[in-house]
């Protein structure tokens, strides 16, 4: 999306109907899932999908920074979204832009949707997450690691949040865009999806997709969704399976 | 009574309205407020136009100047949108530098200006790498009762819609000209209340709201962008049922936002 | 002023004594004074004078922002000056440069000189001027907007404030400058006049006006102030023919 | 006894001395504190002046640089002003962004500064349009005990007339040359006392003040900048009457600063 | 109890060890945790490190980007640190604009890099005066537990090791080639306890330390940067044999951050 | 330091073993200190050191700003050191850069390091250099003048800070580098020194230094602080001796 005036756009698919990393339309890229890697955080995992690596912390419930943004009878959820310096080709400047700033709001929303806020009033569920390697689809591996580092950090809620983004390239829709077809590709649909009730809380979308193609694409998220979901509870269990509740509790903080 | 009780119970009024199809100011779920579009309004501008969506007043400027093209767009002109959600349009605004919100309203209206290709940037570009034009929408919005995405997206597209390539002030020809608008996108926003999803929410309705997706359409029956915000969910019928609607009332908004 | 090394300067008056815009030295620009546009404001005035446009909200007294400019014997005004990005010419990046800072402290100390701050111990009556379209005067046009606006809202004041600028063109004092005149005359002296004293609150000057002529200048700013004070009282007395007072209490907010 | 009350005292005793003419230290209305131009003060500024007013000093030094003009003026250097009221001077400054009340000295000295034209900006102008010389005028208040307008406009005043335009610094030619000071603005700040308008107030008069008034003068009899400030209104004829003090007062302080 | 009282308990604690000569984790005044350096961690960087001492974990990577060099050093390419204390890593790290201690590693570690002549700044010049490499060592913390000078120094020695020019990216040259590091600084890091002075302090031990210093050794047998810092005094006989010790630890420090 | 790529390094030393203003290796440049020039500050200092002009300030022991800061059982140190934007050759950009908070941070823990800072609770001693003339060793010359301040505002201290830079240039080590040594020497170390238990409360160092060089360049250091330690408490005399105990108070204040 975006590259309006960019280079010609590369062939996409090849002849046999794989996509340029081999994948079928509906098939993910490899995603690896680390709950509870950082020894600070109350919560943390790490995801590596496609090139992608993505870290995700959570501290809290805890005091309310700044002051005047606490809430009388829930928790609220700040969440930061950042990109390291060396995490993209150009080196982008450290701080959050706007972009940053746009999807740290969206996460932040997502997670408020299906926390159960109102067991702690008057404080904060913190969520980092820090891009350390960009390659298409960060902010949904960002979802990812947050999820699992909130289950990690113990934060009652809802259900997981699997992400993934739908995409339109070659006028085909297909599941979680490479960095290549995201370049070149027509259109982008990130979604979260709470598997429990079969609702979504985070969804974007920018390009061009026929009204006719936009029930299709959303299928099509909510299976790869249900699929990373799998992907999720099991990083959990093995974060258990290696350390007994008691001890990763020391672990986890 | 506490200004958080009232809210509360005006939140649930709505609510309450809302399961039986009801609206406080007696519209359906489906219908707009009164929406004009007022171009031309700010004479300095190289395009501007005033957006009224009931109470909600949004206003947009454009302005064209020399630049240079991004690296990794060299034959494209360069398109910025700002949104400033200034403390004179709402008690809940505050000075100081741009709130999540404000970003998100810049970029939710940028994001359907860019995806539709409402201008073709590449008719921008000069010459390529070196000289462009630079389009920069600036959203003001003026007074704020709901709904403030449709309101801005309006007025940028009515903005755009008038305004001239302004060659003239900057020596690089005798005459301006009209900046070319290929397409047409408009944004079209839903809040749920309870089970009823309503288009146009008023300010006391998004309070009470449980989420809120904005679905831009284009003139050629296409999806251009879409955004989920605020805390809620929407499953993905839903999503197809807003889609639908939001083409409905695309064809109507975009009309009035041309001005034909 | 301050345009220094720039182009010639124009003739500023025709042969028969009137300026460019075939106004009188003494003649103000056409001034149109709405008051009560805004719903969401507790008072609000939108002024077009010449090719100014101009609007003003207010709010308060409400809770200090931030709480330590708190004041425990009076209410504060604070102002913010603003001009929109498409309003002049040349773009101007969002966000209040060092002139409207300066612009914004001393409307503030103006209208903190008339309003009986002393009624609302601890409290802020905010002051919102935004220039949306600029042609000479901006601040002058914003002081008169203000002023309506706090009418609007109900804030107690002495009086009203009427603003306006007198210059020196091509050697002689004309009243209200237009935006050539502005650029090329020799002096610009806006202020702000409380009718009912006869003292002035606002007064800033720059440029060259020999000792003899200021006299004559303040005398020429007084009597157009007056003038412009009609108009105000007259914008409010419509504001109320419109709507009765219960009903525009519900209008202002 | 709290602060606040002691400081109210203060303020009420000051008002009653100035009901009989007379001030806290024993001036008379008209008359100013001990003050001092010392040009020289920094050796690394290409022109400096450390200005004290009785207990207030204030010191400015002058950068002279390459630039560009700007392009509405292609033929004129660039002169910034910009005043520092850092901490160390006074218990009521904090760090931090500039305040309004430093953006309000600056700014004031500023306008006098240009106004009156006291640096030919055309002859800092080399290339038109291309290349020229910037003039920064940096004021760093050290010790505010009131009247800090008149003291930062003779301490930049001073530095200007003594500076030097660094040609040898930048391999532009082999000697420096004397920056040509052509006018010789003064700033005079009034602050009233009730029906007393005194001048050269303390920091003390300047917190029991109702309003401020600063009258900009030149050699040749022209006002060439006024600013009234703080809370409190001047009749026309206070005005009219502030401003032939303020060229009595003129003369002198125009001596001072350029030390002749 | 309150965490400041618990804080204080643990404090006593590991003052009462350090008088013992022990730590609370067992090991003895002059010994590290396990130290261990990954390189390559991210391929988007032109060169990448992972530092873990303990729990304390610090990425650093390296990006090489086209630049101009600074006036004063025309035949210089341009090094610039930075570090991000992000809020990711620490309870006590706060989001916003980057805190003194922030700056601190970062121009500690940056010290180090300089002076030690790490990499020849002069070989990143490509046309003198006008074009260069910069080089911008960017340092991310992501677990703190302690000591991130010493682990923050690590991983950017590390990055820089592995780095490449990346001069294919650019369209500069058909290959990209390695970044000569000509030395290896590597800084170790000192904390009082008591009349003990530990090396690699936890997190713990740095709250109840009593002053810190910091020494940076290269290969050859010189310091090439130190920084006392928090509160507390070092006689200069704690100084000279706090060396010894980093030139001890350096050689081993050193090793693994190299791979060799 | 940090010349990288610059031009060809001058003689240092004359063929007498002199340096280039004159010095022997151990000797200090001219030192003059003004304790209590200012009125406002609670207590102030001047030091004019060769070509270096530095003025302190300090206020306190008062409430904290931002309040956050403040501790319950201690009074905190803030140092503000800052440099005029003429203070150098290159005009400076107002405000900290980042060069300027890390002295700031260092200099701060100084004096934390020697403050009876139990004795207020709950107060900040704020510390104020400003540079008005630069000529290396400013943040010295600011420890100098700081220190001076603080005993003139009558803060218990352990003791004053003298400090000053040991440096190598030629290879051969000095005390107290004027600007040129500094610019093409091969190293700087700046410290201060509590002359009472002979320990040292700011140590930075930057350049080669061999470890065999350090124990001299340390003891070097150490008498130079005591050279200068005479100097401070001499001002401090002439302070009191100008003025009587009772009206310095007044003076001070």
Known sequence: ?253 | MSDEVTAEILSTHILDLARQGKRLDGRTPDEYRRVEVEPGFVVTADGSALARIGDTTVLSGIKLEPGKPYPDTPNAGVLTTNAELIPLSSPTFEPGPPHPRAIEVSRVVDRAIRAAETIDLKKLCVTPGEKCWSCFVDIHVLDHSGNLIDAASLAALGALTHATLPQKRFGIAEHDIPLAVAHFPVECTFTRLGETIVVDATFDEEKAGQGRVTIATDEAGNIVAMQKGLIGAFSPEDVKEMAERAFRHGDRLRAIARGV
């Open chain 1, 1 to 253: 999306m975006g590259n309006v005036g960019a280079k010609e756009i590369p062939e996409l698919f090849g002849p046999d109907g794989l996509r340029t990393d081999g994948r079928r339309p509906d098939e993910l890229r490899p995603l690896k899932i680390t709950a509870g890697p950082l020894h600070q955080a109350d919560g943390s995992a790490f995801v590596e999908w496609g090139f992608n690596k993505v870290m995700a912390a959570v501290y809290g419930p805890r005091e309310v920074h700044p002051r005047h943004l606490q809430e009388n009878h829930k928790a609220i959820v700040q969440c930061r979204y950042n990109m390291a310096a060396f995490s993209v080709d150009e080196r982008k400047r450290p701080g959050l832009d706007r972009r940053s700033q746009e999807i740290s709001k969206v996460i932040a929303e997502a997670f408020e949707s299906v926390i159960f806020a109102e067991e702690y009033p008057r404080t904060s569920v913190d969520v980092y997450i820090e891009v350390l390697q960009a390659n298409a689809g960060t902010r949904c591996a960002g979802v990812v690691a947050a999820s699992v580092a909130l289950a990690d950090a113990g934060i009652p809620m809802v259900d997981l949040l699997p992400a993934v983004a739908v995409g339109k390239v070659g006028g085909k829709l297909v599941l979680d865009l490479n960095k290549l077809e995201d370049n070149f590709g027509e259109a982008d649909l990130p979604m979260a999806l709470v598997p429990q009730s079969g609702r979504l809380v985070l969804m974007q979308m920018e390009g061009h997709m026929h009204r006719d193609e936009l029930g299709q694409a959303l299928d099509m998220g909510v299976a790869g969704c249900r699929g990373i979901y799998e992907k999720m509870k099991a990083a959990l269990r093995d974060r258990y399976a290696v350390a007994p509740v008691g001890a990763s509790t020391g672990a986890a903080q």
